[in-house]
């Protein structure tokens, strides 16, 4: 699988629909790439659609049960990362929770399950599977 359609249908997924074009626009250019990481951070933009966010706190948002919750979604066992030590690279799930860092975004399954770690906060992106 082409892994940048990870990155495609995230934006059609999960973005607000206003920003979806800029986002991937950025995504696909390097220097813009990483100024759209840094927003990553603090979700100061507010790109993300909210209907899609679950946010996650306490021991929720501990690795293992990061990882657990996203395999009972149905994630792989390997995720496309966006931003983080790991940016571009398809990573081993658990790997990709724990080391990644902050700043990223884990695309599961494209445009249905997302995991993202920003300085501050951590979500689960999910849209319903067409099963």
Not at 1 to 30: C, D, T, W, Y
Not at 98 to 109: A, E, H, N, P, T
Request: with cysteine.
């Amino acid at each position: 699988m082409n892994m940048k359609i990870h990155e495609q249908e995230f934006g059609r997924a999960f973005v607000q629909s206003e920003r979806r074009v800029r986002l991937l626009e950025f995504l696909s250019v390097p220097k813009k790439r990483r100024k759209l990481i840094r927003k990553f951070d603090h979700l100061k933009s507010r790109f993300l659609d909210v209907r899609f966010m679950i946010a996650l706190q306490g021991p929720a948002a501990l690795p293992p049960n990061v990882f657990a919750t996203l395999r009972k979604m149905g994630a792989p066992a390997s995720c496309w990362v966006m931003g983080g030590r790991f940016d571009e690279e398809e990573k081993d799930l658990l790997e990709a929770i724990k080391d990644s860092g902050d700043r990223f975004v884990l695309s599961c399954i494209p445009g249905k399950l997302a995991y993202m770690k920003t300085e501050d906060d951590e979500y689960i992106l999910s849209r319903p599977r067409a099963d």
